[in-house]
Every structure is written in C-alpha cells, then in structure tokens.
C-alpha cells in the first residue's frame, strides 16, 4: 500500500513495498532511518503474501542508491561551506579591525591587499569614511557602514557554522544506513540461499 504523504523522489520505492516498510522514521531534516532486519524470516512474514528475497533485496537496493546520492550531495556541501567559512571569517576579522580603530579615534592607515595570487598592492585606508564594499557573488557588490558590514558577516557566518554542523551530521547519519542497508541485503541474501538449500535438502530426501 504506497503513501500517499510521500511524493518525494527519495521517497519512492518498489510498488510492492513503502518507505515506512523498510525505515524507523525520519532525521530531522528527512533523512529515512533504515530499519536494521534481525531475523530476516520474521521479517519477510510479516508482509501479506510474504514478501520475496528479491523484493526486499530490490527495496533496500533502492533505499542504499539513495543513501548514497545524498551522501555525495552532502560531501560536495560541506566541501563548498569549509572553503567559504574561512573566508567570512576573515572578512568579519578585517571588519572588527577597521570598526574599532573608527571609535579608537584613529583616521588612516595603511592595508595591503591581493592583486593576484600571491601579489599584493598598499592602500591608505580612511577610516573616517566608515564604509566598506562587500563582494556578494554574481556580480554584485554592495557599500555597508562598518556596523551593517560586522551585523551581515556575523550572520553570514554563524549560518555557515550551522549549516556545515548539520551537513556534518547528516553525512555521519548517512554513513551510518549506508551501512545498515548493506548488512540487511547480505542477510536477506544469506537468508535466502540457506532457504533455498534447506528446500533442495527436503527434496533430495523425498
């Protein structure tokens, strides 16, 4: 009997079979947890008809596919945030910097800055002006007053802090199915070939 509340693609599974089959449940941000199968026979009974090695095979096949595309699209994130949380936060140190030289009282001074890849260009700073220009991607780039600037980086980075904690929690969840996906299969295959041998032994004596 298929759910209907499931319409997601990483809901899908067989027809034969639902997503709340074959898990406990979801994470906090949707990700199924794989129920782990401890005895496979009871398992397979407890489908009306009983269901097939292949089919449970086929479901946790599907469920690990998926595990493991959201794996990658997690790794790719949180490869994405470790690149750009070093910049924010250099970005929010050289703000803090210019902030409280401003309220020190100190009027200019002297900053080098990247050309290209490792050459660099002075500048004299006023920091009386109390502005700065924050590159914000696809070609835009913005004036702020030191305190719009710190009050925008803060935020900017304690989002990227956040979002790469719960990358990196979603990544350890799904490592962690991955595995119990793999171990089911192999018992379900396991359970199987035994049967199948059990079954040729009754015949053989018969």
Known sequence: MASEANTSADNELPPDLKLED??????ERGIPRAKFIDDVAAFAASFEPEASAELLIG???????????REYASTQKQNRLKEKLPELEK??????????????????????Y??????????????????????????????YTYEDALAFLENKVA??????????????????????????????????????RASKDVESIS
């Not at 479901?59 to 595309?69: G, I, W």
């Open 59 to 69: 479901a946790f096949t599907d469920l690990h596919s998926k595990y493991k595309q």
């Open 91 to 112: 970005s929010l140190t050289l703000i803090t910097s210019l902030l409280q030289k401003k309220k020190d009282g100190e009027v200019s001074g002297m900053t080098r």
């Open 114 to 143: 990247s050309l290209t890849d490792g050459v660099y260009g002075r500048a004299q700073i006023d920091y009386t002006v109390g502005t700065v220009n924050l590159w914000l991607g696809a070609n835009v780039m913005l004036e």
């Open 22 to 27: 074959i898990s406990d449940g979801m994470s």
């Open 159 to 196: 989002t990227a802090q956040r979002d790469l904690q719960d990358t990196l929690e979603d990544l350890a969840l799904v490592r962690d199915q991955i595995v119990t996906t793999e171990v089911n299969m192999s018992r379900v295959y396991n359970w199987d070939v035994k049967r199948k």
